[in-house]
């Protein structure tokens, strides 16, 4: 662990944190329950934040519900990792302008803002590390990302209620925060034990004037927060990649899951490390300027896979076979990392619920050509009908 | 599409309406401050909707609102084809042939008989058919109404002597880079964004309710083994998992856009299990 400070802040206290941050001049955004989920937003008093609330989810579905209690951060996530505030989901690149000689084209960098983020997940954490690697590569350094990236501080909260989608343990992401944070939280019952993970959270922690942490007290919280590790019952077994996911390459559930699979994109939407980009030009009818925007796109779209005169991957099974094996496999030897946290989101927001940790066992076994192949039938001869 | 490249003069500009509610051609004259700066970059020649100056033809760009409901119509479609060098349809009625396409599955006779005192008066055909069934169609604008900006930007590239293009992908794309819940997981709404088109902005999810596919299938009217729109995948989970009864997904699929081929398709898989 590389914190060194420790404090309990009475959960009746909370709001002075957020004051001295706002002191401080972060903006702070945490969750705030919204059309029945939580999005991030700001939050200008603890009583913004979901108190009360836990989420339910299970693939394709998620549901919030309101218990007795008066747990801050009893909801675990929606849809939303931390992604957007790094890459944001679009962002004006450059105004172009055309001169009588030529053009000029002007970086339209966004304005530095000091956001503090309160709530972010063991799994967010990760998947936020993995598009550092991705966007701040020296050689490939996006000024954009970066200039979101400088101005961000967050406080994590260590997750001691699992989900039913949860399996960050099985990708050694969480549920406890390791580092990549500035404060981490974990509640105790009315308390919230606090440990800074950076030199800004140490900072801050010091003007708080917390109360020392108890040694009871760090005990509960770990044995709290390996309570919630044990209840994890979905994992993915990642031992044998990336290889045995290039050696599938042809199997059969690969028809079987694609025909489930939409081809919405939703999965990389929600995923905490998915980056494609794509740009486009938005020209006034003059022709006389025009913004380059970098938007979010998907490598299930129809567009991801075209190059010149051809689409590489014009059917569904191309696009899901490309997802899950850059997720799962290619990545590894691209970053170093895998490209999963662990966070389940891919499994509650697909529409149709569709599983990885469900689909990664089936297509590195063997044994199931059987009953693959009657799902098949069943599927084509649903289509012949229409 | 090129045809357009280097104009001498100001590209003349007419909008047409066959069998429609004129929704579409009214997102034209909602462009606001847009419309002053088409009205400079374009000669708008002929748009009955907003002015009683109808001038003849030829055309560089014609707009076609509406789908092809009697056969003066049909005959109507095939001059405005002959004066336009660009013929662009705007709105699901004339890319589609719109929500008076459900007329396909009914008994025309019967519903001139429930509805007009004189039905020997109305002609019309037994169909609602797109424009593309009765002449080509160089570019297609799908949805109901259109969205202003996707007008704009279409008729900017042809000025520019550009290909237009608008994006194909799913509704849920935009819906996700918007950050809005999704109201099918989250709320079970039997929402059609993941098989529909983008381009509205996903207004529906916004104010928390279920996209019913008024932009058509996602990736267009493509099709063929394994490609998106995935329907069928949809539609079970509707009915499996959301419990919707097979009339209900029939009617999700048969709607605004219920002739385009998948969707067309869906419905009639669903009809078959009543």
């Known amino acids: 662990m590389t914190s060194d400070m420790h404090g309990i802040l009475p959960k009746s206290s909370l709001q002075r944190l957020l004051d001295v941050l706002s002191v401080r001049g972060y903006r702070i955004v945490g969750p705030m329950v919204r059309d029945g989920s939580v999005v991030w937003d700001t939050v200008r008093s603890v009583s913004d934040l979901p108190i009360g609330w836990r989420d339910q989810q299970e693939p394709g579905r998620y549901r919030l519900e309101q218990t007795d209690s008066q747990e801050v951060f009893g909801v675990v996530h929606g849809a939303q990792s931390l992604k957007q505030f790094v890459f944001a989901p679009r962002e004006p690149l450059l105004q172009i302008e055309r001169r009588k000689e030529g053009f000029t084209a002007r970086p339209t960098l966004p304005q530095s803002e000091k956001v503090a983020i309160i709530g972010a997940r063991a799994c967010d954490l990760a998947g936020l590390t993995i598009q550092d690697r991705i966007f701040l590569n020296d050689a490939y350094r996006d000024p954009y990302y970066a200039s979101r990236r400088e101005g961000l501080f967050v406080i994590a909260v260590n997750c001691t209620r699992a989900l039913s989608t949860c399996f960050c343990v099985s990708m050694e992401t969480g549920p406890r925060a390791r580092s990549g944070f500035d404060l981490a939280l974990t509640e105790v019952d009315n308390q919230l034990l606090i440990e800074a993970g950076s030199e800004a959270g140490r900072d801050l922690l010091s003007n708080l004037s917390l109360s020392t ?174 | 599409m090129s045809k357009l490249e280097a104009p001498r003069k100001r590209p003349r500009l007419a909008v047409f309406k066959f069998a429609s509610c004129d929704g579409c051609q009214l997102s034209i004259l909602n462009l606001e401050d847009d419309l002053l700066a088409l009205g400079q970059a374009l000669d708008i020649v002929y748009f009955p909707e907003a002015s009683s100056a109808m001038n003849p033809g030829p055309y560089d760009i014609a707009l076609v609102e509406g789908s092809i409901t009697t056969d003066e119509d049909a005959h109507r479609i095939l001059t405005v084809r002959q004066q336009a060098k660009v013929l662009i349809t705007i709105g699901a009625c004339a890319t589609t042939g719109g929500i008076q396409a459900l007329r396909n599955w009914a008994d025309i006779e019967a519903f001139k008989q429930a509805v007009y005192p004189r039905p020997d008066y109305i002609q019309s055909l037994s169909t609602s058919t797109p424009i593309s069934e009765h002449v080509h169609v160089d570019f297609e604008l799908w949805g109901c109404p259109i969205e202003k900006g996707q007008l704009l930007r279409v008729i900017t590239d042809l000025v520019g002597g550009v290909q237009p293009r608008v994006p194909a992908d799913s509704v849920c794309l935009e819906c996700k880079r918007q950050g809005h819940v999704c109201v099918l997981v989250a709320k079970g709404l039997p929402c059609l964004g993941p098989v529909t088109r983008t381009g509205c902005g996903a207004i529906c999810p916004a104010m928390g309710r279920d996209c019913y596919g008024c932009f058509g299938p996602s990736e267009g009217a493509r099709k063929g083994p394994g490609l998106p729109p995935n329907t069928t995948s949809l539609a079970r989970h509707f009915h499996d998992e959301l419990q919707l009864i097979p009339v209900e997904v029939l009617r999700r699929f048969r709607g605004i856009n219920g002739a385009v081929e998948p969707f067309r398709n869906e419905s009639r898989v669903w009809e078959n299990k009543r």
């Open chain 1, 213 to 386: 942490s108890s040694e009871q007290l760090s005990v509960e919280a770990a044995t709290r927060i390996e309570a919630c590790a044990q209840s994890q019952v979905r994992r993915l077994d990642h031992s044998r990649l990336p290889q045995a996911l290039y050696e599938v390459h042809e199997h059969p559930r690969w028809d079987e899951v694609a025909g489930r699979c939409l081809a919405c994109t939703n999965c990389t939407m929600v995923c905490p490390t998915c980056f494609c980009h794509t740009v486009e030009e938005t020209p006034d009818l003059s022709h006389q300027q025009t913004t380059h925007v970098r938007l979010w796109d998907s490598c299930f779209t129809q567009e991801h896979g075209y190059i010149h005169g051809k689409n590489i991957r014009p059917t569904i099974k191309d696009r899901y076979r490309m997802w899950l094996t850059h997720k799962l496999a290619s990545w590894i030897d691209q970053f170093g990392t895998s490209g999963c946290v662990g966070c389940g989101r891919c499994i509650t927001w697909c529409p149709v619920g569709i599983d990885l940790t469900e689909e990664l066992p089936a297509l590195l076994s063997p044994g199931i050509q059987s009953s693959t192949a009657k799902r098949q039938a069943d599927g084509n001869s649903r289509r012949v009908e229409g």
